[in-house]
């Protein structure tokens, strides 16, 4: 039978040899550069962090130490002027025989170093698009166009931006203790005197993928001093017995542990470090003693110090492991004028709170938030249980090995905010406040008060393997540069936002220019787009950054990337 049509592919003498031209090379080189073009411009692009308003989230130039007796490493912002750009070549530090200074977080230890290279920032992919289809979320991590005019350039020059998106359309917003809160006003409270005594405030929170991603370590033990291991060297942990039975350290091993030979009631101790906003990355900027103080303001280097504040959102960890069954435990919190508890005994587990205890009433009510049935699994002799208790935007959180099994949270105002965490109404502060001639106490870190921690046990011998702290980011309450209140830091600056206004904050706060210190706005922003200070009009987003895909490269003549720090962004 013959076959017709189409040849058989398979076979080499009906194939023929494709014509090319010098034409067509040229029209599919155009046709890949304008793919790439487009891409670029409306799908993906590049972007390169310069400074450290982001920190530790995001890196701009900074540099990077690490300590052989910890086994911690960190950044730092740069000692000498890098410029605010990324771009090499970036000055050396602690050139001319003035050698940089710099403290170990963990331990405290002094190190000293010269002729250090300075890295540049990390490199990250933005999703350009995302927001024509969608609109942006809270704290979503967003580039956008600068709406304040940009010294020495000509109006309309606008930077890009990249901060943390903290307040939406149609909102109020108020800083308030580090935290967000926002409302939707009504017609009839958009002309109160006092907003932050009005109703239908709620606080921000956080979802778990961002919180997670924001936590900044106070101190963990797997990062111990090994000759401190030893029962050497000069090192204090943070964590503290408090009764006889028990002893720290493990013989020189790898990670430092607590054992606890005692079965009678005892606790851990969270002693002699403040719980505060501090962080490694400003150590040049912000205090010269360490632990720091807060409140305290002592310029090491630059153009001034900055200033601590005390924090009271935290997580505290520990993986302990029983010797026999019926080891009771508590996570207990004192912050805000309350006692914040977790309770795990007799396989169930609770949350509580109350007021702290005074002289008046040395044993107020508990209010039970939650309670839950412990995993099965949990606080069994001879295996490790990782405990986590997170107190973080008016919620407690209880963690076992990585799940979360309970959640509850309590619900204040921004004036009840003020009440506890300072111990003074919003109405004494602004009756403080006139009586300073326009002081706003809230701005001061001395008036807030100090957070305590410790962990409660009882029942069972026991070892923790490792403990941690870390802090929540903290929001402050800053004064504008040119002395009038910052964006949503006092009642009278919390502004109602439009339909189409944003307003962004950094995760290094007392670091960022952000929402809350803008002054002013480029003349082409204000006539073509919004006028309003301290905002970000939706004309002026960029898109959503995505992932550090070049995280700040090694030095080095070849630009290496540091490719343990590759992440997604949240």
Same mark, same amino acid.
Request: charged share 25%; with cysteine; hydrophobic share 35%.
């Given at each position: 039978?013959?076959?017709?049509?189409?040849?058989?592919?398979?076979?080499?003498?009906?194939?023929?040899?494709?014509?090319?031209?010098?034409?067509?090379?040229?029209?599919?080189?155009?046709?890949?550069?304008?793919?790439?073009?487009?891409?670029?411009?409306?799908?993906?692009?590049?972007?390169?962090?310069?400074?450290?308003?982001?920190?530790?989230?995001?890196?701009?130039?900074?540099?990077?130490?690490?300590?052989?007796?910890?086994?911690? &490493?960190?950044?730092?912002? =740069? @000692?000498?002027?890098?410029? #605010?750009?990324? *771009?090499?070549?970036? !000055?050396?530090? $602690?050139?001319?025989?003035?050698?940089?200074?710099?403290?170990?977080?963990?331990?405290?230890?002094?190190?000293?170093?010269?002729?250090?290279?300075?890295?540049?920032?990390?490199?990250?992919?933005?999703?350009?698009?995302?927001?024509?289809?969608?609109?942006?979320?809270?704290?979503?991590?967003?580039?956008?166009?600068?709406?304040?005019?940009?010294?020495?350039?000509?109006?309309?020059?606008?930077?890009?931006?990249?901060?943390?998106?903290?307040?939406?359309?149609?909102?109020?917003?108020?800083?308030?203790?580090?935290?967000?809160?926002?409302?939707?006003?009504?017609?009839?409270?958009?002309?109160?005197?006092?907003?932050?005594?009005?109703?239908?405030?709620?606080?921000?929170?956080?979802?778990?993928?961002?919180?997670?991603?924001?936590?900044?370590?106070?101190? &963990?033990?797997?990062?111990? =001093? @090994?000759?401190?291991?030893? #029962?050497?060297? *000069?090192?204090?942990? !943070?964590?503290? $017995?408090?009764?006889?039975?028990?002893?720290?350290?493990?013989?020189?091993?790898?990670?430092?542990?607590?054992?606890?030979?005692?079965?009678?009631?005892?606790?851990?101790?969270?002693?002699?470090?403040?719980?505060?906003?501090?962080?490694?990355?400003?150590?040049?900027?912000?205090?010269?003693?360490?632990?720091?103080?807060?409140?305290?303001?002592?310029?090491?280097?630059?153009?001034?110090?900055?200033?601590?504040?005390?924090?009271?959102?935290?997580?505290?960890?520990?993986?302990?492991?029983?010797?026999?069954?019926?080891?009771?435990?508590?996570?207990?919190?004192?912050?805000?004028?309350?006692?914040?508890?977790?309770?795990?005994?007799?396989?169930?587990?609770?949350?509580?709170?109350?007021?702290?205890?005074?002289?008046?009433?040395?044993?107020?009510?508990?209010?039970?938030?939650?309670?839950?049935?412990?995993?099965?699994?949990?606080?069994?002799?001879?295996?490790?249980?990782?405990?986590?208790?997170?107190?973080?935007?008016?919620?407690?959180?209880?963690?076992?090995?990585?799940?979360?099994?309970?959640?509850?949270?309590?619900?204040?105002?921004?004036?009840?905010?003020?009440?506890?965490?300072?111990?003074?109404?919003?109405?004494?502060?602004?009756?403080?406040?006139?009586?300073?001639?326009?002081?706003?106490?809230?701005?001061?870190?001395?008036?807030?008060?100090?957070?305590?921690?410790?962990?409660?046990?009882?029942?069972?011998?026991?070892?923790?393997?490792?403990?941690?702290?870390?802090?929540?980011?903290?929001?402050?309450?800053?004064?504008?540069?040119?002395?009038?209140?910052?964006?949503?830091?006092?009642?009278?600056?919390?502004?109602?936002?439009?339909?189409?206004?944003?307003?962004?904050?950094?995760?290094?706060?007392?670091?960022?220019?952000?929402?809350?210190?803008?002054?002013?706005?480029?003349?082409?922003?204000?006539?073509?787009?919004?006028?309003?200070?301290?905002?970000?009009?939706?004309?002026?987003?960029?898109?959503?950054?995505?992932?550090?895909?070049?995280?700040?490269?090694?030095?080095?003549?070849?630009?290496?990337?540091?490719?343990?720090?590759?992440?997604?962004?949240?």
């Amino acid at each position: 039978m013959t076959q017709t049509g189409t040849p058989d592919a398979t076979s080499d003498s009906t194939l023929a040899k494709p014509q090319s031209s010098i034409k067509e090379t040229v029209i599919s080189l155009i046709i890949a550069f304008v793919v790439a073009f487009v891409f670029r411009g409306f799908v993906l692009e590049p972007f390169m962090i310069p400074t450290g308003s982001m920190a530790p989230t995001l890196m701009g130039a900074h540099l990077r130490f690490d300590d052989k007796h910890t086994g911690y &490493d960190w950044a730092v912002n =740069p @000692w000498e002027n890098a410029g #605010g750009n990324s *771009q090499a070549p970036l !000055p050396r530090q $602690g050139s001319g025989g003035k050698p940089i200074i710099y403290h170990d977080p963990m331990s405290g230890r002094e190190g000293r170093d010269i002729d250090l290279p300075t890295r540049s920032g990390d490199r990250i992919f933005v999703l350009k698009s995302v927001y024509s289809f969608f609109d942006p979320s809270r704290f979503d991590v967003v580039v956008f166009k600068y709406p304040g005019p940009t010294a020495g350039e000509a109006p309309g020059s606008q930077n890009n931006y990249i901060k943390r998106l903290v307040g939406l359309p149609g909102e109020q917003i108020a800083f308030i203790d580090g935290d967000v809160f926002t409302r939707r006003p009504t017609d009839a409270q958009r002309g109160e005197e006092d907003p932050w005594a009005g109703e239908g405030w709620k606080i921000a929170r956080k979802p778990e993928r961002v919180q997670r991603a924001v936590w900044q370590p106070i101190f &963990d033990s797997q990062y111990t =001093p @090994w000759d401190a291991q030893r #029962g050497e060297g *000069q090192f204090s942990p !943070p964590w503290k $017995g408090t009764t006889d039975g028990w002893n720290f350290g493990d013989g020189g091993k790898t990670n430092a542990h607590y054992r606890c030979e005692a079965v009678a009631p005892t606790a851990l101790e969270w002693t002699n470090r403040p719980i505060t906003d501090w962080t490694a990355y400003n150590e040049f900027y912000q205090v010269a003693q360490y632990p720091p103080t807060p409140g305290r303001v002592q310029p090491v280097g630059g153009s001034g110090g900055l200033t601590c504040f005390a924090v009271s959102d935290v997580r505290a960890r520990c993986t302990l492991t029983p010797d026999a069954d019926g080891l009771a435990m508590s996570a207990c919190l004192m912050a805000r004028g309350h006692e914040f508890r977790a309770d795990l005994s007799g396989g169930h587990a609770s949350l509580r709170m109350r007021p702290a205890p005074t002289k008046d009433d040395a044993d107020p009510a508990w209010k039970e938030l939650a309670s839950v049935a412990l995993p099965e699994r949990a606080l069994k002799p001879g295996r490790a249980t990782a405990v986590e208790f997170w107190h973080v935007d008016q919620t407690l959180g209880l963690w076992i090995d990585g799940e979360r099994i309970v959640e509850a949270g309590y619900d204040w105002s921004p004036a009840q905010r003020i009440l506890a965490s300072t111990g003074m109404s919003l109405d004494d502060a602004l009756a403080e406040e006139n009586k300073t001639r326009g002081k706003w106490p809230l701005y001061e870190p001395a008036k807030y008060r100090q957070a305590a921690f410790r962990f409660e046990f009882s029942g069972s011998k026991f070892t923790i393997h490792r403990s941690a702290m870390d802090r929540d980011l903290y929001y402050q309450p800053r004064e504008k540069p040119d002395g009038t209140y910052g964006l949503g830091t006092h009642p009278t600056s919390s502004a109602i936002l439009t339909g189409d206004q944003f307003v962004f904050c950094g995760d290094n706060s007392p670091a960022s220019a952000d929402s809350r210190l803008w002054t002013d706005v480029d003349p082409f922003t204000a006539n073509q787009i919004d006028d309003t200070v301290g905002v970000v009009h939706r004309d002026l987003l960029v898109g959503r950054a995505f992932c550090v895909y070049f995280p700040a490269p090694k030095p080095g003549s070849v630009p290496i990337p540091d490719a343990g720090r590759l992440r997604f962004i949240w």
